[in-house]
């Protein structure tokens, strides 16, 4: 059996896992925009947290890592999109805040296996699937009723801001701000049913000073480095987490 250092003894044993993580994929989202926040849940689900415990956590971090990413991008923020957004996306987290605690984890696997791997279908460069305000109204919609269950809303809303009229400056800002409402909303609705994001600030306070950190390695990478280079190895590390969550939930399913 493993002992901890004298002094460590309490320390989380998902601590250093995970924010090696939260730099990593910190990183990758302030490079690209998004894709990092998609990675941690799954990691996180990957580990064995369960959704009132991976969720609000997740929450909290991404609260922090997009805060500091807006920040960092505020100059290029859309705001009336993100009005658009936020006029969707609040009533729609409160009103499934009450549904968080039945949610099987399995099934919240499986969905988010399949978001991811639907995220890595081609598309044509430039595609836009609606017009802006619709593309804001659904993104919020999505926000706010998945991503309270699956936490992540990278997949499946990240394609909406990839507007050809944007610059990648106000794709990756306009992103950073609507998921800062989103996971924002998260942390207060999750609390609000007696799930707090704060249950566990041994790991939440490293995860923190790791997303922020990493921002600001992604901001130093969008300057000097072409965004091609990563991805295969991005979408590569997607498909291997969805073939990790699909082999999770099907034992959880009994179906292996």
């Not at 250092?5 to 250093?16: H, Q, R, S, T």
């Not at 099987?104 to 595609?127: E, F, M, N, Q, Y």
């Not at 919609?141 to 400056?169: D, I, K, Q, Y």
Request: glycine share 12%.
């Amino acid at each position: 059996m493993l002992i901890a250092p004298a002094g460590f003894e309490n320390v989380d044993p998902l601590v250093p896992t995970l924010t090696v993580f939260a730099f990593l994929t910190s990183t990758l989202s302030g490079f690209t925009g998004l894709g990092g926040g998609t990675i941690l849940i799954a990691v996180f689900f990957a580990m064995g947290l369960k959704p009132v415990e991976a969720v609000p956590l997740f929450a909290a971090v991404q609260l922090v890592s997009n805060t500091s990413r807006t920040v960092a991008y505020v100059a290029h923020v859309q705001w009336r999109g993100s009005g658009w957004f936020a006029l969707v996306a609040v009533p729609a987290t409160f009103l499934l805040a009450p549904f968080a605690a039945g949610v099987d984890v399995d099934l919240v696997r499986l969905i988010l296996a399949g978001l991811i791997l639907v995220s890595l279908l081609p598309t044509r460069d430039g595609a836009a699937p609606f017009p802006p305000r619709a593309s804001f109204i659904v993104a919020g919609l999505l926000n706010g009723g998945l991503g309270m269950f699956v936490g992540a809303t990278g997949p499946f809303t990240g394609r909406l801001f990839l507007r050809p009229e944007w610059s990648r400056e106000t794709t990756i800002a306009t992103l950073a701000f609507t998921q800062v409402l989103g996971h924002g909303l998260r942390v207060l609705a999750y609390g609000a049913v007696g799930y707090s994001a704060f249950a566990r600030p041994g790991l939440l306070l490293p995860l923190c000073a790791a997303a922020i950190l990493g921002t600001g390695a992604g901001r130093l990478l969008n300057r000097h480095i072409s965004g091609e280079r990563f991805t295969g190895l991005f979408k590569a590390v997607l498909l291997l987490l969805s073939v990790k969550l699909v082999y999770d939930s099907s034992r959880g399913f009994g179906w292996i």
